[in-house]
Structure formats: structure tokens, C-alpha cells
């Protein structure tokens, strides 16, 4: 069987979602908004949820308000993130729920070193963290809205595990 390999690699592209590009993406046209990140937060999809901008600033944000971060990383050009962000983060539930964390969309061309902080090299990819920034939980590609609603309250509950005084800091 001859195309078997292809077959499989076809599988595990739809299994996981996108694979990172490995040509450039184009260069942006004249008529482009000048700021890389403006262009990004508009070109890629995002559903409803509210996105902070920047994952430094947002780190920051989560440590001030004690909320753990959401990290959508996504890319313009990956067919799966912009269906996840249309079926997931639509969803009720998951909108409701995005309002305990900081929500912030990474996108894999104007910002590969934070994919590189986070060993992201599928798309889409959901990374969880800690207001301290530990990671929390993770998902990788393409999820319907109740898998992504059930990763939110996993990485809640591992955050409160985390924020509880330990018995030796009480005494």
C-alpha cells in the first residue's frame, strides 16, 4: 500500500488541526493597518470571547486580578482555528466561562516567540495558565465547545489547587 503514508499524515493534520506553516506567511499589502498586532487580532478569528492584547501585558492583568490566562494560539491561515473559534467560542457555556480568565489570542506569525515559550507548533492550541504563569492545562486542535468548556473548569479547579494555603502556611 503505497499511499499509506499519505493517508496518515492526512489523518493526523485533521486529528491534530493545523501544522505550522513551513513557508513564510505573504507580506502585507499596502492597504494593510500598519501595527502587525492589529492586523492579527482583526484577520484572525476569535468567536465572542474578549481578548487582552499581548501576552505580557495579560500575564500581568491575570496576576492583578488572580484570574488564569486562556491562550488561544491560532495563525490567519489555520482552516481549523477559525472553525473551533466559530464553534467552541460561540458556545454559552465557554463564553461564560472565559470571563474567570484572561483570554489572550497568540497568533503564530506576529508572535512566534511565545509559541516557542510554550512549545506550540499545532494549531489551533489552547494553553492554560497559572496567574504566576505556570501551565495549568492544555488542548490541542480542533474541540467542540463542551471539550473546551470542560478544559476551562479543569484549568479553574488546578488554579485553586494552586492558590490554597498549605497546611505549614496556615500554622
Known sequence: MRFAPVWIGLLASVLVGCEAATEPAPAPQASAPAAP???AQTAVAH?????????????????????????FFTAQWCKYCHQMAGEAFTNPQVVSLSEKFVCVLIDADSAPEVCREFHVSAFPTVQFV?????PLNRIEGKRPGQQVMLAMQAALQTAALRNQPTAAAIR
Do not use: C, V, W
Open 37 to 39: 498586532s492589529e492586523a
Open 47 to 71: 468567536g465572542l470571547l474578549h481578548f487582552s492584547a499581548g501576552y505580557r501585558q495579560a500575564l500581568l492583568e491575570a496576576e492583578r486580578e488572580n484570574k488564569p490566562l486562556l491562550l
Open 130 to 134: 497559572s496567574p504566576q504563569g505556570m
